[in-house]
């Protein structure tokens, strides 16, 4: 079983920057894969970013890539997601999610995920 909790979200200007955090407990962190989800009101949560074991692998949709970074520290259970040139419409409730031990796999679908936080609100102002 793993538990994830976020934080760092908050109200920020255009242009500004954020960097969530979401620590995880068990013991299986370092073999597990991480990705952030957002979901806008009245929306199905998407596909934010992804990192592999190690942190090596690294996967961005394209609407965030050159403007986020996707980390993890696994002597900390720790995985983060860097949010620079913010804009408005990155304002959403941000999910940090977990894949099962062993799935290797970058997924992009939240399906896939089986251990989700509470999730951290990011507004970006006008």
């Known amino acids: 079983q793993v538990q994830l909790v976020e934080s760092g979200g908050g109200l920020v200007r255009h242009g500004g920057s954020l960097r969530l955090s979401c620590a995880a407990s068990?013991?299986?962190?370092?073999?597990?894969?991480m990705g952030w989800f957002r979901q806008f009101p009245g929306k199905e949560r998407e596909y934010v970013a992804a990192?592999?074991?190690?942190?090596?692998?690294?996967d961005y949709v394209d609407s965030v890539k050159g403007r986020c970074t996707i980390s993890r520290d696994n002597a900390k259970n720790t995985v983060y997601l860097q949010m620079n040139s913010l804009k408005p419409e990155d304002t959403a409730v941000y999910y940090c999610a977990a894949r099962r031990h062993g799935f290797w796999e970058l997924a992009p679908t939240s399906r896939l995920y089986a251990y989700w936080g509470q999730g951290t609100q990011v507004t970006v102002s006008s």
């Open positions: 068990g013991r299986t962190f370092s073999s597990n894969v």
């Open positions: 990192i592999g074991y190690s942190g090596s692998r690294t």
